[in-house]
Structure formats: C-alpha cells, structure tokens
C-alpha cells in the first residue's frame, strides 16, 4: 500500500463526493461532505487512509482503538466506518455489533491482514457491508465506498417508490370506504372505529406492524360488499326478515370479488371474506372454524361487533360498553377467538381503551 496520496486524483471528476450523507429521518444535509471513520490502531494506516478520504473529498475522522470510535459515534455524524478487524481489546466486530445496537445505520467496511478466525461470510453475517484485506489499494477501498453509496441510493429509490406504492392503496381503500359511507350514513365512521379497534387488538397480541397496517387497511374496507345492498336495506329501522338477512350475508362474498381484483401486498379480500366468520363454524358466508379463520379476520370480528354494539342503529339504540363486553366474554371461545377477547377486555378495562382515543 502506498504511503502517500501525492499526484492521485479522481478518474471521474465531478463524481468526487460518493454518497450524500443523510440525516436520522432520511434527509439529506445540505452541502456537508460525507463523514468517513477510520479506526485502526496502526497510526500509518490511518494518516494514508485520513489523506486519501481528502483527495476524494470526504471528512475524515480517525480512531486508535474501538473506544475512542464508539466514542465519536456518540458526538459526531459519521456515514461511514472503516475499520481494522484485528485490535487491541474490543476487535473490529465487537465494534460492529455495539455500534450497530445504537446506529444500525451506519455501514462498516472491515479491513485486515490476518484473521483466520473470522471468515468474510461471517464478517458480512455480522453486518458489515464490506470487507478488504491488507495490503490493498486506495482505488480498491474507493471501489468498495462507491459500491456501498449505490447500493444505498439504490435503497432510498426504493423506499420512495414504497411509500408512493402504500400510499397509493391507501387512496384506493380510502375512496372504496368513502363510496360506502355515502350509501350508508349510520355506518359512518363505523370502518375507522373498527380499524382503530382492529390494530390496539393486534398490538396487544404482539403482531407485527406490518400485518397490523394491513389490518387497518382491511377495516377501512370490510363493509365494501354493502355497495350491493339496496339503500333502502341498509337503513331500514325494524328487524329484517329472513329474506333481507339473506341479502345481508351476501356482502361478505361481494366484498371479496371487489377487492380480489385489486393487487394488494396483503391478502385483503380473503379478510374481508371471513370477517364474519365465527370460530365454532357458525359464522357465514364459508363456515369456517378455529384456526381455519385467518387471524386478522378474527380481530376484525371481534372490533366489528364491540363497536357496532356501542352505536346507535336504525333498529335499535346504542348499548352501554359494560354489555358489550359482558356480550364478548359470554361468547369468548364460542363464536369469538378467545386470545382477541382477551386482548380485547384488557384494552377496555386495564389500558383505557375509548373509541377515539
């Protein structure tokens, strides 16, 4: 490895600064030159790297040992570490792996001359982006930069196209839970509640955020199927015969025919075709049982029921909580999944739990 950077320069000028250094919350700083660590305990190391990071224009920062490292993690915003695998006490992975606890973010390239005891599958297993071994050229370890900053770009395109993606479902749930809601006004409002219900029920359970998100999604769209119900139907204020129960049922298959059609990354239709389902196999439109219900439709049941009960409707007045969940525990384990039940009391009755809360 040379020991010095005298006469090097960059073979696409204009191409200098690699990667726009970002901010916790993505965004980029303004006009700030990326922020390159290196950490090794050999000082010559450090000075030709430290030279280096200035011909290609990046800041460097320079560390001895893990702790001085750690320590500027702390203080400083680093983009980038560039560190010795073999040092004196905390070695290059222990650094890795306390740093990345706190800044996950920050990507690690790892360089040494002799480790037998971590190979470059473990090295990259552990988290670090990158690896080079010793002796190396300073064009190797630009090479190396340059691959991490596309690889990161290439990152945020994708998070931006993500977002735009969600959105855009978000907008197709919302104007199909809008186009019911104009058909029906006793039920407005209805699908937010429930969604609101639907996800403390799920985060209760300890589900994963993205399938609470779908969850919520769900909600807003678990009544679409009334689009095929004749208004006068929907809002009539006496008991329905059995012929007007029938047409009711229906809207659970019509639901999932609307959004079958429809790509969702989440299996929406199936339930919005199941929410009314019940666990002793008494529900409708499938007669499903148990664990044959999907989760999510188990909790929309669930959150369906408590908030219609607490609502006025055309055919009768609203309950009072106390009932209703006197209503759920009664059925727990009979036509309600008894885990959502659960979660379901402990959110009324120990969280404080409020529709609109």
Known sequence: MPDSVEGLSCPNPGMEVFYTPSRPDGAPYPDVLPSVLVVDDDDQYRKILLNYLKVIRCAGRSAANATEALKILAQERIDLVVSDLKMEGMDGMELLQAAHQTYPQVP?????GYAPEYSYEAIINAGASDFIAKPFSLGELKAKICRIQQEKDLLQQLQHSLTRVKKLFENTVGALASTLEQRDPYTAGHQNRVGDLACAIAREMGLPEERVEALRLAAFVHDIGKVGIPAELLAKPGKLTPVEMSLIKVHCRVGFDI?????????LAEMVLQHHERVNGSGYPLGLKGPMIRIEARILAVADVVEAMCSHRP???????SDTLEEISKNRGVLYDGEVVDACLRLFREKGFSFGS
């Open 108 to 112: 690690f390239i790892m360089m040494t």
């Open 259 to 267: 959004l079958k059609t429809i790509e969702f990354p989440w299996p």
């Open 315 to 321: 055919y009768r007045p609203a309950l009072e909580l």
